[in-house]
């Protein structure tokens, strides 16, 4: 089916072009090393949900292999969340030697190397046999912190130790409007990790346009959205846009009855006018789902009853780190409880759909066959994105 409109987002957003865009910075070594260095290691990163890490001394301990780096990102007894590289200042271990999450018992956080201990705010609390070092000044020999922050209980990390933009100043625009979704209560996530072995722009642009859903999600959602996108929204170098239901779609019968007992509806702002997305979103009644993606790499989709985010953090050039989870309010029911089942099997299935496609995108990319690729105007997410990135890369 066509799209309705055609050339709609090209006419809004003419700064973008309607060329085709090029290959290379999908697979170009120097590029990457200038997107580590100028984009991953300048932005504000997502590392985890407040729920995470709920109560004081809980941790989470997040790998980003761009930067060779882990980082824990701890709650104090003053109940600020803070980050630190996760490296001992002694010889130079790892203080926690898991990834994910955890809880630093009494004293703080021991390096199990040698037992010296850290407190929450990336202090040395205690070093064994510390009479026989030689005017050790532990005043100075704290964790390295790392610039931490949190937007609607998202925490976010910068590798820059002096960020040029605060969090907030970075989110700017899409974050005032995204803000006031209840992201907090739905605590009950289903995560799905694995490495991918493509680009991470290419992942990302599997999940920037609703373009293949009659052929890579016809198994999946027969007949359940439309190619088309809403409100295109390009707010620096964030961007948004509503997915489409397709209306008169009929569902099987398991379906019908997973809709029954769902505490998430694609459908609720149009039926009950009551909503709880924020003011600006998902006012047109087709509206789905709203796609947005805080620069550089965190997908957050929202819809009334639930959200679900991606992320993908490059490991290098060929290989990326995805993250795909989805959050519910904890049941209240055993219908909720299946709907919620029903709806993360599905979605379990199309995501797969998704990421089958990004392998075989890179390996028939690198063949060399093409220097560019032929984008139409519901790509315009891609095409932002290429040109956000470009924009970092190419600066001074
Ligand atoms: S390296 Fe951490 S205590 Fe020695
Ligand atoms: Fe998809």
Not at 16 to 42: I, M, N, Q, W
Not at 62 to 87: H, K, L, M, S
Not at 299 to 321: E, R
Request: aromatic share 12%.
């Amino acid at each position: 089916m066509n799209a309705p409109n055609p050339g709609i987002w090209a006419k809004k957003f003419p700064e973008l072009g309607t060329d085709p865009v090029p290959v290379a910075p999908y697979l170009s070594s120097e590029y990457f090393e200038l997107e580590r260095d100028k984009v991953f290691k300048k932005c504000w990163l997502k590392v985890a949900r407040v729920e995470e890490i709920a109560n004081s001394r809980d941790y989470k301990v997040v790998p980003f292999e761009f930067a060779e780096a882990e980082v824990i990102v701890i709650r104090g007894e003053d109940d600020q969340i803070r980050g630190f590289y996760n490296t001992c200042s002694h010889r130079g271990n790892k203080v926690v030697w898991q990834t994910g999450t955890g809880h630093a018992k009494g004293g703080g956080l021991q390096c199990r190397f040698h037992g010296w201990v850290y407190g929450t705010k990336g202090e040395v609390r205690s070093v064994p046999e510390e009479g026989a070092f030689f005017n050790l000044d532990k005043a100075n020999c704290g964790l390295t912190p790392v610039a931490t922050d949190v937007w609607e209980g998202f925490v976010f990390i910068n590798f820059d130790p002096e960020p040029a933009q605060s969090l907030t100043e970075f989110l700017g625009a899409m974050g005032e409007r995204l803000a006031g979704f209840p992201y907090g209560t739905f605590s009950e996530a289903h995560t799905y990790r694995t490495v991918l072995n493509c680009n991470w722009k290419i992942a990302q642009d599997a999940f920037s346009e609703a373009y293949h859903v009659n052929t890579i999600h016809a198994g999946t959602f027969p007949d359940g959205f439309s190619t088309e996108l809403l409100d295109v929204q390009l707010l620096g170098p964030h961007h948004s846009c509503g997915v489409c239901k397709l209306e008169g779609g009929n569902p099987p019968p398991v379906a019908s009855l997973s809709h029954r007992f769902s505490t998430a509806s694609i459908a609720k702002k149009d039926l009950d006018n009551e909503s709880m997305l924020p003011p600006d979103v998902g006012n047109d009644p087709r509206h789905a789902f709203e796609l947005a993606v805080l620069f550089p790499n965190y997908l957050v989709h929202i819809l009334d009853g639930m959200y679900f985010t991606h992320q993908f953090t490059p490991i290098d050039v060929n290989h990326t780190l995805w993250e795909g989870v989805q959050y519910f309010a904890p049941p209240k029911n055993a219908g909720e409880r299946f709907s919620h089942e029903y709806g993360q099997v599905l979605q379990r299935n199309a995501w797969l759909e998704d990421t089958a496609t990004m392998e075989d995108t890179h390996q028939a990319l690198k063949s060399g066959a093409k220097s560019q690729m032929h984008l139409q105007d519901g790509e315009i997410l891609i095409r932002h994105l290429l040109h956000a990135v470009d924009q970092l890369v190419n600066a001074e």
